[in-house]
Structures are given as structure tokens and as C-alpha cells.
């Protein structure tokens, strides 16, 4: 199989919550991205939840999962949600159980019992630190931050409690194998809560605050297939829109990767004098630029960075702007 994700069974042979995970051998690495997988790595070894923070298309997630497959453990992967509650970590009640008995082993004497009992469904959090799985919560602050409450506890204490209707232990003891790996985005991000200080505080926190210039060529390059001199163009583009300060919602890494594949499928020329690739940065990135859009701004900035889109350069086909090299 290429997928780096192995669906697992459970005992009846239906789809489990939880995944098998396995390492990429595609992800560029260079000393800091191997010194941070380094250190968090050996955190959670220590049964320390670690967080990965940071801008979109950083690769908190990809981190995430590198390092989740590394420990060979089934992973259980949960997304932040405005509607989340903390009955989604625990788990809940899903239905009731009726059990009648008529007893009439003698004629003339007859006895009935009736038993009623819930039927309890455990949820990721209940699983994972039950079971020695790893956790891994991605864009945590999403969610609202009182669904969030049972983690104060199975971080700080190892422990999970659960309601008493839940018809088994009411405390769950954290397996020695359990470990929690959370990724959020900057709280000026849309959607964003903040987070309880005392759930941050039970964390090691990585800033991922942006990569570099080679590492962001490195990581393009490795993720697209495309040789590193298109792509330091195409990650020169996008970090110049980002460092505008209003494009950063569509100018990421995320959005350099996009380009790089598609420049490498359609076998592009990644220059002004293809329109067919200035086009496409124009799809890309100015797609969710909203603020650049209402502002009036968003041709000029883009026209700095990438000369004048296919249909203006139509209009003046001796415009030396749109025909010189990027």
C-alpha cells in the first residue's frame, strides 16, 4: 500500500476509531525540522503532551502524524469543532438496552423481571488513553474551550471520569503507552478560541511561526517533484504576497505547494512570459484574499510580484512588463 494510513478492525471486523500510522520517507528535513521532531519526540516519551502552533500550511499536522507513526502504536485523530462537546472526548450514551424475563418454569407461578441499561460508546480521548493509543488533536482551539475540560484532568492526572451511566469504571487510568500531540492555529485566525492557560500550561508548545526561506524551497520541492530553481520562485511569489500582511489567508506554504504541482503536471514555465502559470498564481492566491480584494489593492500587489494578468496583457502585447522573466 502507498497510503501512509492502515484502517484498522476491531474484534468484529468494523472500522475502528483508530489508524495505523507510518512514516514518510518524502518529507524534506533539514537540522531544525530534525531537531524539533527530536525534542518533541522525546517529550512524549516522557508521557509530556506536546503542541504544535503556527501559521496555516506550516505543517503542524504532517508533524504531527511523522511523529505519531515513529512510536508504532495505533493513532486515534480528532479535529477541533465549533460544536464539539466534551462528550465527543469522553464519550456518550448511544441507546438503551431492555432486557424482559417471564418466568413460567412452574404453571401456576409466574415472575417477570425487567432490567433497563444504557449502551455506552466510548469517544477518542476514553480510547486512546485506555488503551495506549496516541492522541492527536488537531486545530484543538477550535473547539469550544469547555469541550476541552476533560483534558485538564487526563493530561495533569492520567485520568478520565466518566459519568456514572456509563456502566463501567468510572475513573480510567491512563495506559503508560498514551501520549497527546495537539496543533492549533494563531488566535487571530477565524474560528479560533482561546485556550484555557491551565490546558496550555499541562503542554510543551512549539512555535511554528514560519519557515525560512530554503527550508520553505526544501519542503516545496520535496512535497511537488518540481526542481528547486522553479520552486524558489514560486516560494519567493508567495512569501512576498504573505509579507503584505493582508494576503496571509491564501499566501502560505500551503498555497506555494499547490502551485509547484500544478506547474509540474501541466509542465508550466514558471516565468511572466507564460500566462497559463501567471494565471495560476493569480487562482491561487488571490482567491481568498478578501482583504486585498475590497481594499482595491489586490491586482496591484499581484501585478508587482507576477506583472499584469493574461487578460491585460492582451490588451498591450508590446507591454515589456508582461513579457520580462520573473
Not at 480528532?78 to 424482559?100: A, F, V
Not at 491561487?284 to 499584469?308: C, H, I, M, W, Y
Not at 487578460?311 to 502585447?317: E, N, S, W
Request: net charge neutral; charged share 25%.
Amino acid at each position: 500500500m502507498n497510503s501512509i494510513v492502515d484502517q484498522m478492525k476491531d474484534e468484529k471486523g468494523q472500522r475502528a476509531q483508530a489508524i495505523m500510522l507510518r512514516r514518510r520517507e518524502d518529507l524534506f528535513e533539514n537540522d531544525r525540522l530534525k531537531s524539533i521532531e527530536a525534542r518533541a519526540s522525546s517529550y512524549l516519551r516522557a508521557g509530556v503532551p506536546v503542541h504544535f502552533r503556527g501559521p496555516a500550511g506550516t505543517g503542524k499536522t504532517t508533524l504531527a502524524m511523522q511523529i505519531a507513526a515513529s512510536f508504532g502504536v495505533p493513532t486515534i485523530l480528532i479535529t477541533g469543532d465549533g460544536w464539539l462537546t466534551s462528550d465527543d472526548l469522553i464519550g456518550q450514551e448511544t441507546g438503551r438496552r431492555h432486557k424482559h424475563v417471564v418466568d413460567n418454569f412452574v404453571h401456576n407461578v409466574r415472575k417477570v423481571q425487567t432490567e433497563t441499561s444504557g449502551l455506552w460508546a466510548d469517544n477518542a480521548l476514553t480510547t486512546a488513553i485506555e488503551s495506549g493509543y496516541t492522541l492527536i488533536y488537531d486545530e484543538f482551539t477550535r473547539s469550544p474551550p469547555r469541550a476541552n475540560t476533560p483534558l485538564l484532568m487526563a493530561l495533569e492526572e492520567g485520568t478520565v471520569i466518566l459519568p456514572s451511566r456509563a456502566g463501567k469504571d468510572v475513573y480510567i487510568r491512563a495506559h503508560p503507552d498514551f501520549r497527546a500531540i495537539f496543533t492549533s492555529n494563531p488566535e487571530d485566525y477565524a474560528g479560533v478560541m482561546a485556550p484555557q492557560d491551565a490546558l496550555l500550561d499541562r503542554m510543551i508548545t512549539f512555535d511554528l511561526t514560519g519557515h525560512d526561506h530554503a527550508t520553505e524551497v526544501g519542503i516545496v520541492a520535496a512535497k511537488s517533484g518540481l526542481e528547486a530553481g522553479a520552486c524558489e520562485t514560486i516560494v519567493s511569489i508567495v512569501r512576498a504576497l504573505r509579507f503584505e500582511g493582508s494576503a496571509r489567508s491564501s499566501a502560505s506554504l500551503r498555497a506555494a505547494i499547490m502551485i509547484a504541482r500544478i506547474v509540474k503536471a501541466e509542465a508550466l514555465l514558471v516565468s511572466q512570459r507564460e500566462p497559463r502559470f501567471v494565471q495560476l498564481c493569480v487562482d491561487v492566491l488571490e482567491a481568498n484574499s478578501t482583504k486585498l480584494k475590497q481594499d482595491g489593492r489586490s491586482a496591484a500587489v499581484l501585478e508587482r510580484f507576477l506583472g499584469k494578468p493574461p487578460a491585460v496583457a492582451a490588451q498591450k502585447p508590446n507591454d515589456s512588463s508582461a513579457a520580462s522573466a520573473v
